[in-house]
């Protein structure tokens, strides 16, 4: 997140050379994927939303899609509502994006009924990860887990792997393939070779996240190189003068 979101953002710069933002993070502390840290790195979400309020971000986000989905069905809901009283009480109100209702808002923005994905985690939090997509009517026809327990190693997973692992799933019958269901998990730079090798829309945790801050700030949703939920196609084009200032990373 704190890579490919700035990555995003600068991309912009080709269709809109005079914005300009700011990239603010706070850290909850999590170094191995598991159920148990996966609840108490969530429960730190309040401080973080609190510290980068402090900074009058004008979006955050919330950005552990796995984190939000071990919590129980719905979850990102409770969570973004949440996280917006915290920062309403600090004095600077600011709209809150999680990556797991970014994912399922980018899906469904680009009427993806059917998919297919890819996700680093240990098989049983995939399994989480696929039953709450469906529970918000998305239906995952095949997936991957790759099985990375170690945060850190996550983040090293060689993305121009991507392709390849997408290419072996399921997914003729597939409305669109999540290419990374972790932010952790780098993907930008392969999201197009996919949608490429794949003929299909391809997305991203990070790339979905992306677009909901930049429709939260009343930007158009357009940034190159991104793939197609990022083409300009679903740019909804804003009314207001949102200031450039964004509050994200690993909060």
């Excluded at 409305?175 to 392969?190: F, I, N, R, Y």
């Amino acid at each position: 997140m704190e890579t490919e979101v700035p990555a995003v953002l600068r991309a912009r710069q080709a269709v809109a050379p005079d914005e300009r933002f700011t990239f603010h993070s706070s850290r909850m502390r999590m170094t191995h994927v598991t159920p148990e840290q996966l609840k108490a790195m969530d429960a730190d979400s309040d401080r973080c939303a609190v510290e980068l309020s402090d900074a009058r971000v004008d979006v955050l986000g919330y950005a552990c899609l796995v984190a939000i989905m071990s919590m129980g069905l719905g979850y990102h809901r409770t969570s973004e509502r949440r996280l917006h009283l915290r920062t309403a009480e600090n004095g600077a109100p600011a709209p809150v994006v999680t990556s797991a209702g970014a994912l399922v808002h980018g899906l469904h923005t680009m009427g993806a009924r059917k998919i297919a994905l890819l996700a680093p985690y240990m098989r049983p939090l995939t399994r989480t990860v696929v039953d709450y997509l469906t529970h918000e009517g998305i239906e995952v026809i095949d997936y991957e887990a790759l099985e990375i327990p170690d945060n850190l190693d996550v983040a090293a997973h060689d993305p121009a792997r991507l392709p390849g692992l997408a290419r072996a799933l399921e997914y003729s019958d597939a409305d669109a393939v999540v290419l990374s269901a972790c932010v952790q998990m780098p993907s930008l730079g392969a999201i197009e070779e996919a949608e490429q090798l794949l003929g299909k829309p391809v997305v991203s945790a990070a790339v979905c996240t992306a677009h909901q801050m930049l429709r939260a700030l009343d930007l158009d949703a357009v940034a190159p190189g991104a793939g197609h939920l990022l083409s300009g196609a679903y740019a909804r084009s804003g009314t207001g003068s949102a200031a450039h200032r964004m509050g994200g990373g690993t909060v």
